[in-house]
């Protein structure tokens, strides 16, 4: 059996490992096509964002901040994608950030059709369309399917109120791909009803 640290090591190095297990030798990581948008000018987009934190300064009654991650619109429908890193299996989700979308979601859905999705993921490779990740759409935490915890359930961190906390155990697992299919089916419904 190969030790994983000399693989990394090898791989690190760039050296061949003489020894290849059957499970690594078999496991094939796809890759997507190229990317429909890439960021040109990586020192140019980073400037922008440094500019806009310059917005809010020591000494103004406002803070914090937060902003859409993604936002699709196409014939007037809208798919929102906001992005939540896990850490210990749980997602943290700003209540006034939750407040808006709720808000959002109830508002663009009275004049046209709107879907909402919090993505929880993992570090992982979004150019890889097998990756997992898991999702809610807003439907479902209006409905109550998804538990609106404001204290961690396990008693960690229960001094923090000031946030929702998601469980990966409560979001749908899928894969970066399935993503992709949801976005473009919503595309398509948009084509036909809008």
């Known amino acids: 059996m190969v030790n994983e640290t000399d693989e990394l090591i090898d791989t690190i190095y760039k050296k061949e490992s003489p020894i290849h297990s059957d ?3 078999k496991r094939i990581i796809r890759k997507s096509p190229m990317a429909k948008y890439q960021i040109f000018d990586e020192s140019e987009f980073t ?3 440094e500019v806009l934190g310059n917005l809010i300064v020591h000494g103004m009654i406002a803070s914090g901040g937060t902003d859409i991650d993604w936002l699709i619109e196409h ?3 809208f798919v929102i994608l906001e992005f939540k890193g896990f850490h210990n299996d ?3 989700i700003p209540k006034g950030q939750m407040i808006a979308y709720e808000k959002l979601h109830e508002k663009l859905n009275q004049s046209t059709k709107c879907f909402l999705y919090i993505v929880g993921c993992d570090d992982i490779d979004f150019s890889n369309p097998d990756s997992t990740i898991w999702i809610f ?3 479902q935490w209006k409905s109550g399917a998804i538990p609106k915890n404001t204290n ?4 960690k961190d229960s001094g923090r109120q000031n946030r929702f906390i998601v469980y990966r155990e409560y979001m749908e697992e899928i894969s970066v791909e399935k993503l992709r299919d949801i976005v ?3 595309w398509k419904e948009f084509e036909i009803i809008m």
């Open 47 to 49: 400037r922008g964002r």
């Open 75 to 77: 014939r007037g429908g």
């Open 184 to 186: 473009d089916s919503h």
């Open 90 to 92: 749980k997602i943290n």
């Open 23 to 25: 499970h690594n030798s």
């Open 137 to 139: 759409e807003m439907a």
């Open 152 to 155: 961690d359930i396990y008693g």
